[in-house]
Each structure stands twice: as structure tokens, then as C-alpha cells.
């Protein structure tokens, strides 16, 4: 049963760092693509970072480029997503999600498995 769990989230002030994290299994992060997908209340989920299995390929949103960084660390099965400078538009619930290729777009069809999310609050 695949299954991804994300921890992390909380609140932060604006300006400050905040580090997620998602538990996943060795295959999938060796064989799949995975990502770090945000909903804020009443918008779309939005594609916010991507990291290949296979060639170090990274992909940012706009909005997070420069700010957010992802990883993962094969040893521990886990995918990390390193929130810093944050803004009070990042809140939102954050969802980490497997792939179907290597190089997914910023799309949900291009994502089969996702986690529960974990809830990301930016407040002073």
C-alpha cells in the first residue's frame, strides 16, 4: 500500500523558515518524480516544487522560486520542502505527491499518489 504522510507544517511569522517533511518508500523515491503541491482557501492547488527521481531535474513555482527548496534523503525515505522567507501567501495546506514520469508539469493529472497534507499557517 503506498502511502506518503507529510509533517511539518505549523505556524510561522512572516519572514520566517519553516521545513516540511514526507515520509515515503524507497521505490517511490527512486523510481517516481515527487512534489510538493499547496492549497490556500478557496483557490486551486498549486504545483509548488518537484524533484526527479532520476537527474537532479527541480522545478519551482513562480511564487516560490528563489525562496523554497526541495530534497529528499533516500536514506531516511523522505522528501523535504525548505520554506524560508515565507509569506503570508503560503498558507495553506501542503500536500506531497508521487509522479507518474520524471518530469511531471504542474499538473494533478500528472500525480497518482498523494499524502493527507499538513497544514501551514503564517501569522505574526
Request: aromatic fraction near 12%; proline fraction near 5%; include cysteine.
Amino acid at each position: 500500500q503506498v502511502q506518503l504522510v507529510e509533517s511539518g507544517g505549523g505556524l510561522v511569522q512572516p519572514g520566517g523558515s519553516l521545513r516540511l517533511s514526507c515520509s515515503a518508500s524507497a521505490f517511490m523515491l527512486t523510481y517516481h518524480a515527487m512534489g510538493w503541491w499547496r492549497q490556500a482557501p478557496g483557490k486551486k492547488r498549486e504545483g509548488v516544487a518537484f524533484m526527479s527521481a532520476s537527474d537532479g531535474w527541480t522545478y519551482y513555482s513562480p511564487s516560490v522560486k528563489g525562496r523554497f527548496t526541495i530534497s529528499k534523503d533516500r536514506n531516511k525515505q523522505m522528501v523535504h520542502l525548505q520554506m524560508d522567507s515565507v509569506e503570508s501567501e503560503d498558507a495553506g495546506v501542503y500536500y506531497c505527491a508521487s509522479a507518474f514520469s520524471d518530469h511531471p508539469d504542474p499538473v494533478e493529472s500528472d500525480f497518482h499518489y498523494w499524502g493527507p497534507g499538513t497544514q501551514v499557517t503564517v501569522s505574526s
